[in-house]
Each structure stands twice: as structure tokens, then as C-alpha cells.
């Protein structure tokens, strides 16, 4: 028999009392290990200075400000959706799938990528010259080549690669457009408190804005 498998008498004798309390510590472990990570990432947060108010925003009342993080944000799950589906044809290529037939119903999701940089002109208080024009998506995802032609495929690999680059840029200068904003918010709620009661519809402060 082999010694390392334990025999039915060893296991009968294991007390139950042993695996419970056994389990019990490590559960306790667990539950200490948690602790640990939940006071660590509240000492980093206790350490981050607060967020200050941005002279950039002066110009925008707590209403607008809601208003663009909410446009920017929805701007930004557009692009994350193009980029995603741009990768997919990009994966098509590279898998040698290129007479793939893209899906024509994206083609009309495409459409408007191009008037991203008006739009964000007009949800945000900062300039747009350091974001670059996307690429025509609609031409690059709906590009049909011969998978013969070596030149062709590796252009349109290029090309889906760059657009995916631009895509992600963009996509990144979102991301500081909506944290500028969301810390000018939580300035503003830090000076004054009661700015953040009037998302609460029933709040005194909501009524008075809206009359």
C-alpha cells in the first residue's frame, strides 16, 4: 500500500472538530488579508491631496459640468465600441480571413466617427487642437481586398493598426477630459457641500435651479 495515500483508518480518525477549526482560520486569514488591502488603499486615498478647483472650468456651472462628464462619457463608450470592432476586422486580417464580410449594420455605428472632434468641442471647456482626426472608419472596416494581392492585405493591416492607434489616443484624451471634470465636481462639492444635494430631485436646491 502506498504510505502516501492515506488508509481508511487515518481517516477515520481525522477529528471533524480539526477541519473546522482548520477552515475557520483560514477564513480568519482571508478576512484579515482584505483588511489589510482595504486600510492600505485607504491610506493611499488619505495621502492623495485633494482634487483643487480648475480656472479652466470658471466658465461652467455645476449644471454644465454634470452635463459634459455625462456627454464625454457617452462619447467615450462610442469610441471604446469602435475600437473594439476595428481590432475585430484587424484580427480578420491577421488571421488571413480578409474576404471576411463585415458586418453592415456597424457601418451606420461608423458613421458619425468623424464628427467626434465638433462634438467634443462643444462638452468641453478645452480646446480640441491636441486630438487628432479619426481616420475614416467607415472605409477601413468596410475595405474588401484581394487575398491574393500580399500589397493590399498588408495595407489594409496597416491601416486597421493605425486606426486602432487613434482610436485608443482619442480615447485616452476622454479619459483626462472626464477625470478634469470629475475632480473640478468633487472641488466643488468639498467647498460647498450642499452643491452635491442637487442631483436629488427632491432637494430644495434642485427645485430653486430648476425654477
Keep these: 500500500m502506498d504510505p502516501a495515500v492515506p488508509s481508511q483508518g487515518d481517516v477515520d ?4 472538530d480539526d477541519v ?21 488603499r485607504k491610506a493611499e486615498r488619505a495621502a492623495t491631496p485633494p482634487p483643487e478647483r480648475s480656472s479652466v472650468y470658471d466658465q461652467m456651472s455645476l449644471p454644465d459640468l454634470r452635463a459634459a462628464r455625462a456627454d464625454l462619457s457617452e462619447e467615450e463608450t462610442k469610441v471604446s ?7 475585430a476586422r484587424l484580427d480578420l486580417v491577421r488571421l488571413d480571413r ?5 458586418v453592415a449594420d456597424l457601418r451606420r455605428v461608423l458613421t458619425d466617427a468623424n464628427s467626434s472632434r465638433q462634438r467634443l468641442a462643444y462638452i468641453d471647456a478645452r480646446p480640441v487642437d491636441d486630438i ?22 498588408a495595407r489594409l493591416d496597416h491601416d486597421l493598426a493605425a486606426a486602432e492607434k487613434e482610436l485608443s489616443a482619442y480615447r485616452r484624451q476622454l479619459h483626462e477630459r472626464i477625470d478634469g471634470i470629475t475632480n473640478e465636481l468633487i472641488a466643488r462639492y468639498r ?10 430631485p427632491e432637494d430644495p436646491l434642485h427645485r430653486q435651479t430648476l425654477a
Excluded at 467647498?191 to 442631483?199: C, D, G, K, R
Design 13 to 16: 480518525d481525522v477529528d471533524p
Design 20 to 40: 473546522a477549526l482548520a477552515a475557520q482560520e483560514e477564513k480568519a486569514a482571508k478576512a484579515e488579508a482584505a483588511k489589510a488591502r482595504r486600510a492600505q
Design 81 to 87: 465600441y469602435w475600437r473594439r470592432i476595428i481590432q
Design 98 to 102: 480578409v474576404d471576411a464580410d463585415p
Design 132 to 153: 487628432p482626426p479619426l481616420p475614416d472608419l467607415v472605409e477601413i472596416w468596410g475595405r474588401f481586398v484581394d487575398p491574393g494581392d500580399a500589397a493590399e492585405v
Design 191 to 200: 467647498e460647498q457641500p450642499l452643491l452635491a444635494l442637487q442631483i436629488l
